[in-house]
């Protein structure tokens, strides 16, 4: 398949992979490098990318995964929107089996809650125009990957004066998640993997504070896995040769400045809230993003009354430790046991971006053992 098949070729693979191990010889201690996005970590596990780095490589799974660190306090303000009379509740699919504190959206579907997967905010739009007798409300979240589409639904919903139509938004922005894990002493990494799909819509820019003040090397990759491969091998170059840069492998995609359009409707009808709670990580200050004043006939928050109710994840639940990278999948107690896909604990293990999930679906049991040893032969 064109455009595909090229970034899979086995000769390439085999090059890069040849290349990587050279590095990694030169540089010979530990080195800790964090893929931020969710996409990447499930790109990783399908194409077998961690079984052929060097033994002294170990790549980390970042928080870049939204429906992983939407905390349980605000699913449960969705699932409480939800259960108004005469609304309906439109979200992405993969929201939908997320464990609240007493439920699921899926489950208060089917206890008969007006609960609608939709693949696009503008598909609530439509429901909004076929039923101006109901509130219609989406339940908006992501990073600014999806910040747009939902602002320009909500311009799109000013222009036409649809007045049964409001977000619930609980996007968040990447920089300062970044940033936290970063001024984590727990947490000590060398490198980052950048978010691609991130980056179409900011650019690479705003990771210049990563080099600048932290000394660290950034690579925005693509997905591909000569996209990755091409990455890490960007990130150990940089390593031998002691420079810290912002690099974009993902250059036939990414600008430098992002897509101004996208940024633009962001910004005009979102504003940063002071303080966004994150699962695993805490508040986060000037992190998530909230509908501005001038547009507040939309927002779900101030349209109905919430609990607005910070609450703890389950006790055997480790996604907080494995969002921040403290933790592997396979050392949660409860990975694969009474936490699988069918019956998720967590939200790690039910996104189609979480990194539990990824370890599940591409073979946990190989996965736990080979890591087991590489862990071993580390120094």
Request: with cysteine.
């Amino acid at each position: 398949m064109k455009y595909v098949d090229e970034f899979r070729e086995p000769e390439k693979a085999a090059a890069l992979t040849k290349e990587i191990t050279k590095l990694g010889q030169q540089l010979e201690k530990p080195i800790k490098i964090m893929e931020v996005c969710g996409g990447h970590t499930h790109s990783i596990f399908k194409y077998g990318i961690e079984d052929i780095l060097p033994h002294n490589l170990e790549l980390i799974h970042g928080p870049g995964c939204p429906v992983c660190v939407m905390p349980k306090g605000r699913l449960d303000d969705a699932i409480a929107i939800s259960q108004h009379d005469n609304v309906i509740l439109a979200t992405f699919g993969d929201t939908m089996r997320v464990p609240g504190s007493h439920t699921s959206l899926l489950q208060a579907k089917a206890r008969g809650a007006d609960i609608r997967m939709v693949y696009s905010p503008l598909d609530s739009l439509q429901i909004a125009r076929d039923n101006p007798d109901k509130e219609i409300v989406f339940f908006a979240l992501g990073f600014e990957t999806t910040a747009p589409s939902t602002a320009l639904t909500i311009l799109q919903a000013a222009a036409e004066n649809i007045t049964n139509f409001s977000m619930f938004s609980n996007h968040v922005l990447v920089i300062p998640a970044l940033e936290a894990l970063l001024d984590n002493p727990d947490l000590q990494l060398d490198g980052f993997i950048g978010p691609g799909h991130v980056s179409m819509v900011i650019g690479t820019e705003p990771y210049e504070f990563i080099s600048h003040k932290y000394h660290k090397p950034i690579v925005v990759s693509g997905f591909e896995p000569l996209d990755i491969l091409q990455s890490i091998w960007m990130l150990l170059q940089q390593l031998v040769e002691s420079r810290c840069e912002v690099e974009n492998q993902y250059n036939r995609l990414v600008e430098p400045a992002g897509n101004l359009v996208a940024l633009q409707a962001i910004n005009q009808v979102f504003t940063v809230r002071e303080n966004f709670d994150w699962r695993g990580l805490g508040d986060i200050p000037k992190s998530g993003l909230k509908i501005r004043p001038e547009y507040a006939q939309f927002d779900a928050e101030l349209k109905f009354t919430i609990p607005n109710l910070k609450v703890s994840d389950h006790k055997a639940c480790q996604c907080g430790e494995i969002l921040k990278g403290t933790l592997k999948p396979w050392q949660c107690k409860v990975f694969g046991t009474a936490c699988t896909p069918e019956t998720p604990i967590g939200t790690c293990m039910v996104s189609s971006e979480g990194a539990c999930a990824a370890y599940y679906k591409y073979g946990r049991l190989a996965t736990m053992s080979k890591k087991a040893a590489k862990i071993a032969l580390t120094p």
